[in-house]
């Protein structure tokens, strides 16, 4: 068996933060809250579902330019300034968290011009054998197939889902292979994708269902002879121009050059973020669970 765990690691930044009392703080009086958070996360992930891998992906560039060139609209409504806009109190503990992952040996990988997103697409699909990805972010479900499932976690550690082929038919009655597509037609305002006008989930999942790709619905939409209701062709042709655009954006990278990091557990480092951070047992628990002696 050779299960490698993929996580996204911005998002388990985010949940830890906002989902964690603030009132876990250093010494200095700063929050760590998300620190404590992510790490325990990861243990309990960890202990549940043994991977003999962990990789943690990272936004090297939370908005690429190429993906803002296909959609302008991308994230668009997120940024503040030049960059996205993170809390002071997130914003310190990141290179904190980083630092508590590389301890226990945990590589975190990200790509110049990329998301964590297309990281976890290039890692599970280079992987032989099973793969978990890690996530609260419904995009992902993209990457679910015979061997990949994701956990997802946007209700909690607890109590997630476990989001395969089959949960997928069930919830949204689409084909193995078309979630891409669906969200497309759906949208997404979170992340500033309008989706088709008019088209809400379930036709989106009807067409998906009906059709084997968009530009086949589009064929249908400008064919006078296909049995599309006349409201549905109309909104189709009205999205032609953002359809496949809107496509490239939604899909992950799947080919991704990853760098080969090989994670050193460091004990002495455990340590002294441990007592750096006021991290109570909380990091030392994650290196148990990854069999570190500390």
Sequence with gaps: ??????????????RSYFGVPRSFVNSDGHPVNAVRGVCATLAALVEK???????????????????????????????????????????????????????????????????????????????????????????????????????YLVRSVANHDLVDLDWLAEKFGIPAGRYVDFA??????????????????????RLVADYPSLSAMLAAAADPSSELKPSIRRNL?????????????????????LPDVRGVPDEATVERLTKELSLGSTLTKLAAALGVRT
Aim: charged fraction near 25%; aromatic fraction near 6%.
């Design 237 to 257: 042709l009205a999205a032609a121009d953002y359809l496949e655009p809107a496509r490239r954006v939604v899909a992950t990278a799947n080919t991704l050059h």
């Design 1 to 14: 068996m050779n299960k490698l765990l993929a996580c996204d690691t911005p998002y388990l930044c985010f």
């Design 184 to 205: 497309v037609l759906r949208g997404d305002p979170s992340d500033g994708l309008p989706g088709a006008k008019g088209i809400g989930e379930r036709t989106a999942a």
């Design 49 to 151: 579902y043994s991977p003999d891998r962990v990789l943690c992906a990272w936004d090297e560039d939370w908005r690429p330019a190429w993906r803002v060139a296909l959609v302008p609209s991308y994230k668009a409504h997120r940024v503040a300034g030049e960059g996205e806009e993170v809390e002071e109190d997130l914003a310190r503990q990141l290179p904190w968290i980083r630092e508590a992952l590389a301890a226990v040996g945990l590589p975190v990988v990200g790509v110049a011009d990329y998301e964590a997103d297309d990281v976890l697409g290039s890692a599970v699909s280079c992987h032989d054998g099973e793969s978990l990805v890690a996530t609260g972010d419904r995009d992902l479900f993209q990457l679910v197939n015979e061997t990949t499932r994701v956990v």
